[in-house]
């Protein structure tokens, strides 16, 4: 079986579509079916035409990169024309060159214009993945799911929301809900001061980081104002509770990692509450599963979500999470972790209190929880199979 994946971004670009397009064509190569992906440049690469990642797995770049969200219309319209355009050219070549049996796309759009349109031409069976809704308008969503919805062999939605919102929207019966999955074996925690401190160096972060440290880490795109929101509510709960612990607070540290238009509304806030010496941006980072090995707890206090990825990574490395209800957090989360409603400061304070306050067996004990649960919902080895198993399916219909 050789499939197509067509996804606007592609790991290295940050975001779930582009961590699940790699992560599932990696482990559809490995299990003999022939992946090729065509997919927008990363914007930290160099541009290449083709990259072979092995004999299963081809990736061919468009030569450019998909914009950002917060984007101008122009640039919207003038991404969307290309992607159409060359990705057509592009992907004819792929079918006809690789035999193609099956596409499988990745929101967000214009993927879907463009799976239906290659359907449509060679007569082949196609599936789309939907990750989130935030479409540019109402206008796009309502016509590519209008548009792909209707002729698709399978809707797939990371999220039982958007499952959902399809079906009451847009009345398809073919919809599916596909959890995000996670490589289990790239996770880990440390288990000693001096193994956390070697990781500490390792991420040159020597300066503001001790190996006696108690490490809160915040993984968060400040692209969506909701988003940073909820950054500031969990920087004034940590505020509350570093007053709280008088003598031992200077061990507490918060750690920010992302960017984004409204990063500045986070550290201006940071700034207000002179916090500088205990709270940190650092940026994009490629190295968060060692940040995470070196992490007490996590936050991920937002006003919307999808099916955040950081999630299922924090707690394949063992890390607790404090999150609170909104897209599939608390169902991803269950018992396994806190979670407290949107804006709720005191709520988020007490949580890291309780995290804070773990026994040592408590600890233990619920690190090994996390890690099974995770292990036994989330892995690739689950959710790829499952994928797999939809492919072959579909292809002996």
């Not at 792909?148 to 847009?170: C, G, Q």
Request: charged letters at 25%.
């Amino acid at each position: 079986m050789n499939v197509l994946r067509i996804s606007t971004r592609l790991y290295p670009d940050i975001g779930g579509p582009a961590k699940q397009a790699y992560l599932f064509s990696e482990f559809c190569s490995k299990n003999n079916i022939k992946t090729i992906i065509l997919a927008c440049k990363p914007k930290s690469i160099p541009y290449q035409k083709i990259k072979v990642v092995n004999n299963n797995f081809i990736i061919h770049y468009l030569p450019f990169s998909a914009p950002g969200i917060n984007s101008s219309l122009l640039v919207q319209i003038n991404f969307f024309i290309s992607f159409i355009i060359l990705g057509l050219i592009k992907a004819v070549k792929i079918i006809i060159a690789h035999r193609i049996s099956l596409i499988h796309g990745h929101t967000p759009s214009p993927t879907g214009f463009l799976i239906s349109l290659l359907s449509k031409i060679f007569k082949i069976p196609y599936i789309y993945s939907v990750h989130g809704l935030d479409y540019p308008n109402k206008v796009t969503l309502q016509f590519e799911m209008n548009l792909t919805a209707k002729n698709a062999e399978k809707i797939i939605t990371v999220s039982k929301s958007i499952k959902r919102f399809i079906e009451d929207n847009f009345k398809p019966k073919n919809v599916d809900w596909f959890p995000n999955s996670i490589e289990l074996k790239k996770y880990f925690h440390v288990n000693s001061n001096s193994e956390k401190q070697k990781i500490i160096k390792k991420l040159n972060l020597i300066q503001i980081l001790d190996a006696n440290d108690y490490i809160i880490t915040y993984v968060g795109h400040m692209i969506f104002l909701q988003k940073v929101k909820g950054m500031i509510d969990f920087l004034h709960a940590f505020k509350q509770f570093k007053i709280e612990c008088g003598e031992k607070a200077k061990e507490l540290k918060l750690l920010f990692i992302g960017e984004g238009k409204y990063s500045t509304l986070l550290k201006q806030e940071i700034q207000r509450l002179k916090l500088e010496h205990s709270v940190y941006l650092l940026g994009k980072r490629i190295d968060v599963h060692y940040i995470l090995s070196i992490s007490d707890a996590l936050g991920l206090t937002s006003y919307i979500e999808g099916f955040p990825n950081v999630i299922l990574e924090a707690m394949a490395s063992k890390v607790p999470c404090i999150a609170t209800n909104v897209g599939e957090l608390e169902h991803i989360i269950g018992d396994k972790g806190f979670i407290v409603p949107p804006g709720a400061i005191d709520k988020i304070k007490t949580c890291i209190e309780d995290c804070y306050d773990f026994t040592d067996n408590k600890k233990a004990l619920f690190k090994k929880e996390m890690y099974e649960y995770v292990k036994k919902n989330f892995d690739i080895d689950i959710i790829g199979k499952r994928l797999i198993n939809l492919y072959s399916n579909i292809m002996k219909k």
